[in-house]
């Protein structure tokens, strides 16, 4: 869950009419309409998908690709002129106001928030799964928490952070906590689609549960083929 918010995506959508304004586009605002339509456009694919592909083949699928989207966006911001401190750069009647790294990357982060959404943004709250019976409204109200907290830290230090580092370091920053989310996905995030809430209980005995889970899947459905009727 705070990989969802450290990963950079709430200080994005919050503060993506400023981004937009600095980098030329003269509507920032319909611009960041637009990415937030996006936002919503992939929630609707992540609920078609999630049940069929699986949360963890989801979140390996997605994870990594949204770090090479933050990249991209990083390098742009290296070539994008920018004024002093959070103001827009003086326009100069020899150039477009929209240069082609601004529009890179407005396309980097359409593909991130598209990312986002398909796979860890709603992902991240199926966590609830992985509780006992008797733990769950518990670690309910633990993931909600950690989800909060961890998006008022990244949204209030983003400014500050930009200062510091440039945007170039803050979007930098938040590809490497993808990163990282990407390589706890790979070892610690078993697969539990198909499942049921009881079985899940069981995953985390030994160990983070990868390997369990797909004992577990893998027994379920050998018991299913072995129930079907010779010539069904």
């Known amino acids: 869950m705070a990989v969802s918010q450290l990963g950079g995506f709430n200080s994005l959508m919050y503060y993506s009419p400023l981004v937009f304004s600095l980098v030329g586009f003269a509507n920032p605002v319909a611009?960041?309409?637009v990415v937030a339509g996006v936002n919503f456009a992939f929630t609707i694919v992540n609920l078609l998908l999630v049940d069929r592909v699986g949360r963890r083949r989801l979140l390996l699928s997605t994870v990594h690709l949204m770090a090479v989207a933050l990249v991209v966006a990083a390098v742009c911001f290296r070539w994008i002129r920018l004024g002093q401190g959070l103001e827009p750069p003086p326009a100069r009647a020899d150039e477009a106001r929209v240069q082609w790294p601004a529009v890179v990357l407005l396309l980097a982060i359409v593909a991130y928030v598209a990312l986002y959404s398909s796979g860890l943004g709603n992902t991240a709250w199926l966590g609830s799964e992985f509780f006992p019976t008797e733990m769950r409204a518990m670690g309910t109200m633990m993931?909600?928490?950690?989800?909060w907290a961890s998006n008022i830290v990244v949204s209030s230090t983003f400014l500050t952070?930009?200062?510091k580092t440039t945007f170039s370091g803050a979007f930098g920053c938040y590809a490497g906590v993808c990163i990282l989310g990407w390589v706890f996905v790979y070892f610690c995030?078993?697969?539990?689609?198909g499942m049921a809430l009881e079985d899940t209980g069981h995953v985390f005995q030994h160990g983070f549960g990868v390997k369990r889970a797909a004992e577990i899947q893998k027994n379920a459905r050998a018991?299913?083929?072995?129930?079907v009727p010779e010539g069904a």
């Open 31 to 33: 611009v960041g309409t």
């Open 143 to 147: 993931l909600t928490v950690t989800c």
């Open 161 to 163: 952070q930009v200062e």
């Open 189 to 193: 995030y078993p697969e539990v689609k």
């Open 223 to 227: 018991a299913k083929q072995n129930d």
